[in-house]
Structures are given as C-alpha cells and as structure tokens.
C-alpha cells in the first residue's frame, strides 16, 4: 500500500527524475469530470485490438469501447534513469487513441506485452528498482502525451502482470501507486481520469487474495481482471468440445466470487473469449450468454477479446458469427437470449448440438429435431439466410423450443448424389434477444491422402484432408500403440471423447486442406519411440466420423 509516507518515498526516489522530464501538461480545453462506475457502465461492451481502419465497424457492430493495448518494449529510445520513449511512437498512439474517440469510442489503453518483457517483477533476478522507475518514466511520458484527451480516455497500467507470491502481488500493488503517482506528475486532466487498476495475472481469484488499492490519489478507479474460463473450452483441450452444467456453474460462481470481494470497486472484464475459430457454436454461444449476462447482472463491464481476425474479419468486414457478437450485445444490454441446445453431459460417447442439422450422405431423409432454450422468448420465424421464410406445418413444426425441420424441406438440401458440406443456414428469430443459426450439413467422413508416416523431427506435419461436412477437425487422440497415451495420462480420468486426446493449436491444427500435427507432437512421437495413431474426430461426434493417421518410428 501507498500511504502518504509511501508517497513520499517514491517522491524521493523518483525525485531525481522528476527535474530530469518536462514540466506537468497543461490543457486549454476542458474535462467532464466522469466516475469509475459512470464509466464502466458506458463502456459495456467494448472490444479489443485495433487497426485504425477498424474503429468505425466496431463502432457501427454495436460496440461502446475500445481497449487498445499498446507495446512499448521496442519504442525505448533511452536507457535509465530517463527511460525516454520515442516521440513518433507516442504520436501514433495519440492519434490511434483520436481516431476511435472520433468514432465514438470510449478508450482504454495500457502498457502491453512490456508484462512479460522487462516489467516482469516474477522473473528470476528481476530488479523491481528498475522496473519502478521505468514504469514510473512509461506512465510520465505516456501521461504527458495523452494527458489533455477527455474523460472517454482511460488508463490501466500494466497487462497481465506474472505474478506467483504475495510478495510479488505486494510489489504490484506498489506499482498501481507508482502508475497514478506518475500521471498525477504528467498533469493535465490525469488526476480527475478513470483508471482501471490491475491485480496478480489479472486472474479473478489472484486479484481477489492479493489486490490491496493505493491510498493517497485522486483518480476515480476500477478494478479490471481477464477471464479465459473453464481453460480446456476455449483452448480446445484434452477433446474439450462442450460446455457442462458444472463448467457453467464454475463460471457463474467466478464473476460472483470477485464482485463479492469488491463489492463497491466497478468491475471491467478487460478480456474474455471463446473464439469462432476452434470451440463449437452451441457451446460458444451459450458461453458468451452466460459470461455476459453474469456480469451485467453483477455490474461488470465485458470487452471482447478479438486476436487476429477470431471474430471480426477486418478485411472482408464480416463477423464470423455473428449471432456470438448479437447474444453478446443483447446480454450486454440484458436482454435475453435464446440458444442451442447441445449435450453437456461430458461422460457420453458421441454428442449433438442444435446450432447444427445434420445428415449423413446415403442415409434416408427423415425429419429432425432440434431443440432451443428459449429462456422466456417466443419463436416468431424461421428463414434462410437469404431471407426466404420457411413455412410452418410445411417445412416445420414448432412446439415450444422443439422445433422439427420435416424431411420435405430437408429433402430440398439433402440427398445422396447432393454434395457433401454446409447447404444452408437457417436463421431463428425470437420475440427479443439474439437470433439462433443453425447450419444444415450434408456429412461424410472426410478422406486422407495418406493414412501413415515416419516420424520427422522439428516441423509440423501436413495431412491432408478432403474434407466433407464441417470443415475442420472437432478433436484429436494421441495414443502410442503401446497403448500409453502420447501426452496427459490423467485424461484417463475423462470420458471417452477426451481420454487420450491432445490440445488444439499446441498440439494440433488444421488450414485449408490439411490436418496439422504440430512439430512438438511430431518431436514428442520421436522422443516415446513408440509408433502412435493420432484419431482425428469430425463434427458431428458420432462413433464412424473419425479418421487414424500413424506416424511411425
Ligand atoms: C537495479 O536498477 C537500478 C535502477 O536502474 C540500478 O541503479 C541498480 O544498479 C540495479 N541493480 C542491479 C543489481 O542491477
Ligand atoms: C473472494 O474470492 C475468493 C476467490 O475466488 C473466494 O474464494 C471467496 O469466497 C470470495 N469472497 C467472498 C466474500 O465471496
Ligand atoms: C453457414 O455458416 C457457416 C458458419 O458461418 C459457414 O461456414 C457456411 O459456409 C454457411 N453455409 C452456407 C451454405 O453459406
Ligand atoms: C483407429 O485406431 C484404433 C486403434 O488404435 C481403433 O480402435 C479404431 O477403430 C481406429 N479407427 C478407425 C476409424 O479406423
């Protein structure tokens, strides 16, 4: 903790450093004087990472903030004790941060990937010293440039900072005070800005055991943390392709527990995700709904996190789901959505989910089911995505959130000489909240060009796939044929659509017409030497929608 005497050791130890920066800013114009709790009401939801060109279409998507996470690790000109940061990199930010205040964003902005890079106070030797006094000349500087913009502008100080004692979680308490000790020297309108503060990791319960705020500064506060759980979901790991009743009540019981702690500190979930790009729809939309819903329900505000292109597609300007960004905007709003079933029981051999219909090639076409929670909704109609209505009686019968899509209007989409992959989507629209997608797939199993290999050292390996429905991989096993599971032996403990199975993107990937075993599970057959049949599991999880491949030694 900063008291008054804290404050005046750090006058001391910074007081040389002081008289070596430019005098305090001063602003001609004025500041509308907002608190914490104003504004993290205001900027709910928000989203993260910008190109410029992008503000506009965040904006125009629905979106209140922006949070811009800047590094400045490769931008040091200078070397202690000054730390001097270079002007033309201060000016990009300063114009970034103008763009999306053009847009009408409100801002948060940080000192980024500099956490794990030399502010990391968890490293062995680090020299805290050092990392206060360059943190200290950061925030000065950054302070002094973005010191005169308006109270849409807020500050956090550092991302994620490591952090693996309670010691540690004292010294960055320490540098929260530090961070608002510099912007109160930087001047201009810093002292009367919002701030969003950090704790150990930004983890929830971290930040709950070791978070302590400085005393002695002015600036309204919040107090942000990040939140990417339950951690197998949204990494796709160990086969990890649902979401349980339990995982739920997890999350559910996490937003609860750090509000319970803080129960008068505004709250920013300054990042959360569950990406488009690897976890299942149903599952992913439920995830969104109940983070954000929780969170509204609690006062917290939630901003997206959208790494390259997961969400927003900047280039083409479309969203990769969109009902993921409608649920969320609708929940943000708290409005209520209704979603997909699929199956959460995580013990079971093959699973469902009702963002989908799908049907298997050479099957007859019979009528299918598909099950909505419409959460206090009402089905009001469902059309093509094209905007041509489906008639009711006709082409379904809707009894609640059972709806059944009959074989006639299926037999449009499916059948054995039609091609194999998505034929259409359909859209569900509800009395309120988010519209429903279901996607009508006519599936096969996919076929490989090759079904065996011998094990090569040091690159990923490049399977590859035709594939036939869904067009990616759900899951992968990993077991040598010595029967030991190549990574994890304590998967054994999980049901059988995840015993043995590997993790997506460190383990396994896939691109456009390849399946994809990573250098390190390549390297790690080598090391067993042990022969090892990789199952790569298709959508739908039905036993037969797998393919083996065998890298040999
Ligand atoms: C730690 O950093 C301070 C400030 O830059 C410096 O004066 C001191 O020599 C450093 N200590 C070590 C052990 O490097
Ligand atoms: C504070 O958070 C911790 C960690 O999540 C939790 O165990 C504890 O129950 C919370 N405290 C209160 C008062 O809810
Ligand atoms: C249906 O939506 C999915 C997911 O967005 C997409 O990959 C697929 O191409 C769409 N199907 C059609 C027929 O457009
Ligand atoms: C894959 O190999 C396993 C044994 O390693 C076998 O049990 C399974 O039936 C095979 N699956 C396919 C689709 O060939």
């Excluded at 004790?81 to 930010?93: D, E, H, M």
């Excluded at 050092?130 to 991302?159: D, H």
């Excluded at 011998?454 to 796939?465: F, N, Q, T, W």
Aim: charged share 15%; with cysteine.
């Amino acid at each position: 903790m900063i008291g008054p005497t804290g404050v005046l050791a750090l006058a001391h130890t910074f007081g040389l450093l002081q008289s070596s920066v430019l005098a305090a800013v001063e602003c001609t114009g004025t500041f509308k004087p907002i608190s914490a709790s104003e504004y993290v009401a205001a900027i709910n939801p928000g989203w993260n990472l910008v190109q410029a060109v992008t503000f506009q279409d965040i904006k125009a998507a629905g979106f209140k903030s922006v949070r811009i996470p800047v590094t400045y690790a490769d931008h040091f000109t200078g070397t202690s004790p000054g730390w001097a940061i270079n002007g033309g990199w201060l000016q990009r930010v300063s114009d970034v941060v103008d763009m999306a205040l053009d847009a009408g964003l409100y801002v948060l902005t940080n000192v980024h990937h500099d956490s794990w890079q030399w502010a990391d106070i968890s490293a062995a030797g680090a020299n805290v010293t050092a990392i206060e006094e360059r943190m200290y000349q950061t925030w000065l500087q950054i302070g002094q440039k973005l010191g005169c913009k308006s109270s849409s502008v807020a500050f956090e100080p550092i991302n994620e900072p490591p952090i693996n004692t309670e010691e540690q979680a004292a010294e960055l308490n320490k540098i929260n005070g530090i961070f608002l000790k510099a912007l109160k020297d930087a001047g201009g309108f810093n002292t009367q800005r919002v701030v969003t503060l950090v704790g150990p990791n930004m983890d929830s319960i971290k930040t709950s055991q070791w978070f302590e705020a400085p005393t002695g500064y002015e600036n309204p506060w919040a107090l942000q943390y990040h939140y990417y759980s339950p951690y197998d979901f949204i990494f796709s790991a160990w086969g990890k392709t649902i979401l349980s009743a339990d995982d739920i009540a997890a999350v559910e019981k996490d937003i609860e527990n750090i509000r319970a702690n803080f129960t008068d500190v505004p709250l920013v979930i300054g990042e959360f995700d569950a990406s488009p790009i690897n976890t299942e729809p149903a599952a992913r939309r439920k995830y969104m709904d109940v983070v954000v819903q929780k969170a509204k329900q609690l006062n917290t505000a939630v901003m997206v996190w959208d790494n390259g292109l997961d969400h927003f597609d900047r280039n083409t300007k479309q969203w990769k789901d969109p009902q993921s960004l409608q649920i969320l905007l609708n929940a943000a709003a708290g409005v209520t959505n209704s979603l997909a079933d699929y199956t959460t029981d995580a013990s079971v051999d093959e699973q469902s989910s009702s963002a989908y219909v799908f049907h298997k090639v050479g099957d007859a076409v019979s009528d299918q089911k598909i099950s909505i929670s419409l959460n206090g909704n009402t089905l009001k109609s469902i059309a093509t995505e094209d905007g041509k209505p489906l008639t009711p009686s006709t082409d379904y019968v809707a009894s609640g959130g059972d709806i059944t899509l009959k074989s006639s209007f299926l037999s449009t989409y499916f059948s054995s000489p039609a091609a194999t992959g998505s034929k259409v989507n359909l859209t569900l629209t509800f009395s309120a909240g988010a519209t429903a997608a279901v996607n009508v797939v006519q599936w096969d199993v996919p076929k490989l060009g090759l079904t065996s290999s011998k094990a090569v050292a040091g690159a990923d390996l490049r399977i590859p796939v035709t594939w036939a429905g869904v067009n990616q991989p759900a899951a992968v096993k990993m077991r040598r044929n010595d029967g030991i599971y190549l990574f994890d032996d304590w998967t054994q403990y999980l049901g059988p659509l995840q015993a043995a199975y590997g993790t997506y993107s460190g383990q396994w990937n896939w691109d456009g017409n390849s399946l994809i075993l990573t250098a390190s599970t390549v390297n790690a057959v080598i090391a067993a030497g042990v022969s090892t049949t990789f199952t790569f599991d298709f959508f739908p999880r039905v036993p037969g929608n797998s393919l083996n491949y065998t890298l040999t030694v």
